[in-house]
């Protein structure tokens, strides 16, 4: 069965610091992966998504940028935090089947707070 | 990116009422999807609507899809308080695959 890890589960780090966010999953190929975030009591906001090693496309201009090193494995990152990179962060995958798609999976998320 | 809005933002309800929420776009969709996220949780995909005037059933939910493809609505009977948490709609821009966009959600509370 298909699985997604997403790691740690909380974080807190000061402002101006790194950050690295990392999200594997298990039991499928070629998945379609995205980073989502969530400020807190709002909606998902879309970051970015990957159709697979090395093939990123961005959202939103920002801070943040991810890789995809490996066929599973997606990765968020910054330079340098701000104070508005607080929130809640979800990786999720997707599988195209033709001219379908199905449902997202969702891993449990990264609770960030940047102080 | 493509604007999906649903309202109600929340929605406070005596167990055992009734609950609707609404997804609104003003284009048409190729399919949309709705999430259900529990307080502190992720949200997880409950079910995908592709077909214009399409309705599915699961349990007590109720999930329909406009005639025109632009509207969507998620309804539960009888509410309980397992149903508390946060309902999403999403829908992909346009003819693309893959993408999905998230309206902000529907807050609903069971009161027992």
């Known amino acids: 069965s298909q699985t997604i890890h997403q790691w740690p589960a909380t974080l807190v780090q000061p402002v101006g610091s790194p950050l690295s966010l990392e999200c594997t999953v298990e039991?499928?190929?070629?998945?379609?992966l995205y980073w989502y975030r969530q400020a807190a009591g709002r909606g998902l906001q879309l970051l970015f998504y990957?159709?697979?090693?090395?093939?990123i496309s961005s959202e939103v201009p920002q801070n943040l940028s991810a890789s995809r090193p490996q066929d599973r494995q997606f990765i968020l990152s910054s330079k340098k935090l701000l104070l508005s990179d607080s929130g809640f962060y979800l990786c999720?995958?997707?599988?195209?089947?033709?001219?379908?798609?199905?449902?997202?999976?969702f891993g449990s998320g990264t609770r960030l707070t940047v102080v | 990116g493509q604007q999906v809005m649903q309202i109600p933002q929340y929605q406070h309800v005596q167990e055992g009422e009734d609950f609707t929420t609404y997804c609104n776009s003003s284009?048409?969709?190729?399919?949309i999807q709705w999430y259900k996220q529990r307080p502190g949780g992720h949200p997880v995909f409950l079910i995908q609507?592709?077909?214009?005037?399409e309705v599915k059933k699961q349990k007590r939910l109720t999930f329909q899809f406009g005639e025109a493809k632009k509207n969507s609505s998620l309804h539960i009977t009888a509410t309980q308080t397992t149903d508390v948490g946060t309902y999403f709609c999403?829908?992909?821009?346009?003819?693309?695959?893959?993408?999905?966009?998230f309206g902000r959600g529907t807050q609903l509370t069971v009161w027992p």
């Open positions: 999720a995958w997707s599988v195209l089947w033709g001219t379908r798609s199905y449902g997202y999976t």
């Open positions: 039991g499928t190929s070629n998945p379609n």
């Open positions: 990957s159709v697979g090693i090395g093939q």
């Open positions: 284009t048409t969709l190729s399919n």
């Open positions: 609507l592709v077909k214009s005037g």
């Open positions: 999403a829908a992909p821009p346009g003819s693309t695959l893959g993408r999905l966009y």
